[in-house]
């Protein structure tokens, strides 16, 4: 879209493209703000929106930063956007940037995917959109092409036909423009670009000339690879056990031997992850132990036995085990939130949960 500042001069084609000028410190931008609008679509990696961005607020200052702010909502942008992020994502991305980045690079990339009547809008709002001579407008570009118009509109008192031609440097043309121009008339042409290559379209019609630079599209902003999230919290399973607790279902780390026999396998059936765990008083050949678990799960994994109640948040002090006593317990590991009474027993022999801490 646009591309080069498109102005009508004399006979001075490519040179043209040597008058740029570098985005410097400037205020808010409207004329920016509408291209904003026509590429934002909620990423801020896309470099059309970041090269928009770029435009809009240009180089602020650290202490110009929270006026950035004041600029939002920007006129329709969608009210998820966010100004700060946007600026911080486009410094990041151009101060990293290989290419070297004018006001003409910017606003061709800014522009050349959208539609004619956007990139005319927005030449008419820089009053780079001219009136007379030689008017030259990129649009609905893609990696492999892009469109161009080209018109003629004759300035007072000059001929009204004339001869012209159209040249690409980078490109090819699907079809070639004429060599003879009435005034007013305008000629749409498919370019083919090359890929990751600057092109520039040059007019010379009537004794006017002008030029456009359609620059290559760049790649969007890296993402940083993302870790996958970790749940937050410990994570537990279950098993069941054998002998004198056969049948009752244990909890304890996925890693560990249910209750520290490794003949009854691992905790590793129904593993989740918990930020606190209930308690519950077993039965049968447990009968009086506090056993710990999922909160609403069933005691034991037997429903008469109740559920696991009254939770511990266990996501700072972590689980730990402790040695159960007795004919049936004798020896074998419990777990339970850190620091509390093995078993929930008082007798000094059972201790506490103090061994083998699990966190996070």
């Not at 934002?40 to 059309?48: E, F, H, I, R």
């Not at 090819?172 to 005034?183: A, D, G, I, Q, V």
């Not at 056990?241 to 905790?267: F, L, Q, T």
């Given at each position: 879209?646009?591309m080069?500042?498109?102005?009508?001069?004399?006979?001075?084609?490519i040179?043209?493209?040597?008058?740029?000028?570098?985005?410097?410190?400037?205020?808010?931008?409207?004329?920016?703000?509408?291209?904003?609008a026509?590429?934002?679509?909620?990423?801020?990696?896309?470099?059309?929106?970041?090269?928009?961005?770029?435009?809009?607020?240009?180089?602020?200052?650290?202490?110009?930063?929270?006026?950035?702010?004041?600029?939002t909502?920007?006129k329709?942008?969608?009210?998820?956007?966010?100004?700060?992020?946007?600026?911080?994502?486009?410094?990041?991305?151009?101060?990293?940037?290989?290419?070297?980045?004018?006001?003409?690079?910017?606003e061709?990339?800014?522009?050349?995917?959208?539609?004619e009547?956007?990139?005319?809008?927005?030449?008419?709002?820089?009053?780079?959109?001219?009136?007379?001579?030689v008017?030259?407008?990129?649009f609905?570009?893609?990696?492999?092409?892009?469109t161009?118009?080209?018109?003629?509109?004759?300035?007072?008192?000059?001929?009204?036909?004339?001869?012209?031609?159209?040249?690409?440097?980078?490109?090819?043309?699907?079809?070639?423009?004429?060599?003879?121009?009435?005034?007013?008339?305008?000629?749409?042409?498919?370019?083919?670009?090359?890929?990751?290559?600057?092109?520039i379209?040059?007019?010379?019609?009537?004794?006017?000339?002008?030029?456009?630079?359609?620059?290559?599209?760049?790649?969007?902003?890296?993402?940083?690879?993302?870790?996958?999230?970790?749940?937050?919290g410990?994570?537990?399973?279950?098993?069941?056990?054998?002998?004198?607790v056969?049948?009752?279902?244990?909890?304890?780390?996925?890693?560990?031997?249910?209750?520290?026999i490794?003949?009854?396998?691992?905790?590793?059936?129904?593993?989740?992850?918990?930020?606190?765990?209930?308690?519950?008083l077993?039965?049968?050949?447990?009968?009086?132990?506090?056993?710990?678990?999922?909160?609403?799960?069933?005691?034991?994994?037997i429903?008469?036995?109740?559920?696991?109640?009254?939770?511990?948040?266990?996501t700072?002090?972590?689980?730990?085990?402790?040695?159960?006593?007795?004919?049936?317990?004798?020896?074998?590991?419990?777990?339970?939130p850190?620091?509390?009474?093995?078993?929930?027993?008082?007798d000094?022999?059972?201790?506490?949960?103090?061994?083998?801490?699990?966190?996070?």
């Amino acid at each position: 879209m646009s591309m080069l500042c498109l102005r009508t001069i004399t006979r001075s084609t490519i040179g043209l493209l040597a008058l740029t000028a570098s985005v410097a410190s400037v205020a808010y931008d409207e004329c920016a703000g509408a291209l904003i609008a026509d590429n934002y679509s909620g990423s801020y990696s896309d470099v059309t929106t970041l090269s928009a961005v770029k435009l809009a607020f240009g180089e602020s200052k650290k202490d110009e930063e929270n006026s950035i702010e004041a600029k939002t909502p920007i006129k329709g942008v969608m009210a998820s956007f966010d100004a700060k992020a946007a600026k911080s994502s486009a410094d990041s991305y151009f101060n990293n940037s290989s290419l070297k980045w004018d006001k003409n690079r910017l606003e061709s990339v800014a522009t050349q995917k959208l539609s004619e009547s956007a990139v005319e809008a927005y030449k008419a709002c820089r009053s780079t959109l001219p009136t007379s001579g030689v008017r030259v407008i990129v649009f609905d570009a893609s990696e492999g092409t892009a469109t161009v118009s080209v018109t003629w509109l004759s300035p007072p008192g000059a001929p009204t036909g004339v001869k012209g031609d159209v040249a690409l440097v980078g490109g090819k043309l699907n079809e070639m423009f004429p060599t003879y121009w009435n005034t007013g008339e305008k000629v749409t042409r498919i370019i083919t670009r090359q890929k990751d290559k600057d092109l520039i379209v040059v007019a010379n019609i009537g004794g006017f000339s002008a030029a456009q630079l359609v620059s290559q599209m760049p790649p969007p902003q890296p993402l940083e690879p993302l870790e996958p999230k970790k749940p937050a919290g410990i994570a537990i399973g279950s098993c069941k056990g054998e002998g004198g607790v056969k049948g009752v279902r244990m909890w304890g780390p996925p890693s560990e031997y249910c209750n520290d026999i490794h003949a009854w396998g691992r905790y590793d059936a129904q593993t989740q992850v918990v930020t606190e765990i209930g308690s519950c008083l077993g039965q049968g050949g447990v009968q009086g132990v506090r056993l710990y678990g999922p909160i609403d799960a069933d005691c034991g994994g037997i429903a008469a036995w109740g559920k696991y109640t009254n939770p511990v948040i266990v996501t700072s002090t972590g689980i730990s085990s402790c040695k159960g006593h007795g004919a049936i317990l004798e020896a074998q590991n419990l777990w339970g939130p850190t620091g509390e009474l093995c078993g929930g027993m008082t007798d000094p022999l059972w201790g506490k949960y103090d061994s083998g801490t699990k966190k996070e």
